[in-house]
């Protein structure tokens, strides 16, 4: 009969089942107790009593061990988080966590999460004036470098604003940005096209790189601007390689009308970038079809109409009164029928739409 004394078989602690290690069939007695020696994967050889070992199984599913109540042991949970860290695979946990100088607000990080959960890496943060958009975008810009190594980092905002993110980049990120215009910028992306291992963090004016698409698309040499837009058309961002890591665009909303010389320039950015972050304070007030554009910057294949882009939103805003009206202290029992009553007459509900009652039925 086979048994943790046996020799070669393998055995684990009982009350660490990651503890596995081999019998090797000598054992001893020690104060009336039988010990075992195991040798570990490490080359440890250990006595343990034979009380606290089992058999090790070939296999074992997650939830059978749950069921029969056999956990890890904290230091073993440690370990996997560590390792797991070092791999770059968890979206909740924070690389960046006291990389910078800034004081910690919860709310600063809730857009780095939403970024790291998002498929395409790109996302519009929309906070009020004063709550730290830029500290957010900085967060994001540290777990790149943590998580895929990126190099270079390209901040787009107003000229009179490139001085204050020169500020912030060196005093609360240690980061020191340079401050381009076209010809600098078209350089500093040439030389990341010819050798991928190039670093940067560069800070460029709206104002000195922007061109029209139609100039950029005939190659114009008459501006470095048009060069810069021209070169961005020809080297679009893949699974490969980026001219920029990450693009922050601040003040976006500069860029909601798609007629003009900063949205155009804001679609050719957007496309060169591995990641994209717009920062703006205003996107309800400029009114939802130039939110539409914004978003379009960040996923035109998403949100490919203003009609879908409507209907959409419409839908998201019944499911958010409902939700505020069952936060509200009372409930507001009305206003959440009301809310649901919406969000069953939305196509977005299907296949299983919602009662006003709160059933769910099935569509006729």
């Known amino acids: 009969m086979v048994s943790v004394a046996t020799a070669g078989v393998r055995v684990r602690s009982i009350y ?28 440890e050889e250990e006595p343990v009593p034979v ?7 070939s296999s074992e599913k997650r939830i059978e061990a749950f069921a029969a109540g056999r956990f890890s042991a904290p230091g073993a949970v440690a370990r ?31 857009p780095v999460l939403a970024f790291l959960a998002s498929a395409g890496g790109r996302i519009l943060i929309a906070d009020e004036v004063g709550l730290g958009k830029t500290i957010e975008a900085l967060y994001i810009w540290r777990e790149l470098q943590a998580r895929v190594g990126a190099r270079r980092l390209l901040v787009v905002c107003p000229a009179a604003l490139r001085t204050k993110w020169q500020g912030e980049l060196r005093e609360r990120f240690a980061l020191e940005g340079t401050i381009v215009g076209a010809r600098d910028l078209l350089g500093l992306a040439r030389e990341a096209a010819s050798d991928p291992t190039r670093s940067f963090c560069a800070i460029a004016g709206i104002e000195s790189i922007r ?19 021209a070169f961005l058309l020809g080297h679009e961002a893949g699974a490969e390689f980026a001219p920029f890591d990450l693009v922050v665009v601040d003040v976006a909303h500069y860029m909601r009308n798609p007629d003009t010389a900063n949205h155009q320039v804001g679609q050719m950015l957007a496309a060169a970038a591995g990641h994209l972050v717009l920062l703006t304070a205003t996107p ?39 939700l505020n009206a069952v936060r509200r202290t009372p409930c507001d029992e009305a206003a959440f029928r009301r809310a649901l009553a919406d969000m069953a007459a939305s ?3 299907a296949p299983t739409r919602l009662s006003v009652d709160g059933a769910r039925r099935r569509p006729t």
């Open 16 to 43: 660490n089942p990651a503890r596995v290690g081999t019998s090797t069939g000598r054992s001893r007695r020690h104060q009336g107790a039988t010990y075992v020696y195991v040798l570990y994967p490490s080359g």
């Open 51 to 57: 009380a606290e070992l089992e058999l090790a199984p």
């Open 80 to 110: 996997t988080l560590v390792s797991e860290k070092i791999r770059g695979q968890l979206t909740d946990v924070m690389y960046s966590m006291g990389a910078g100088h800034a004081t910690f607000y919860p709310h600063q990080f809730k």
């Open 211 to 229: 061109s029209r698409r139609a100039e950029a698309e005939r190659e114009a040499r008459r501006s470095a601007r048009a060069e810069l837009g």
């Open 284 to 322: 309800i007030q400029i009114g939802s079809e130039n939110l539409f554009n914004l978003l379009r910057l960040i996923d035109p294949d998403r949100f490919v109409s203003f009609d879908s882009f409507e209907s959409l939103r419409l839908a998201n805003y019944a499911v958010t009164r409902a």
């Open 347 to 349: 196509r977005f509900s």
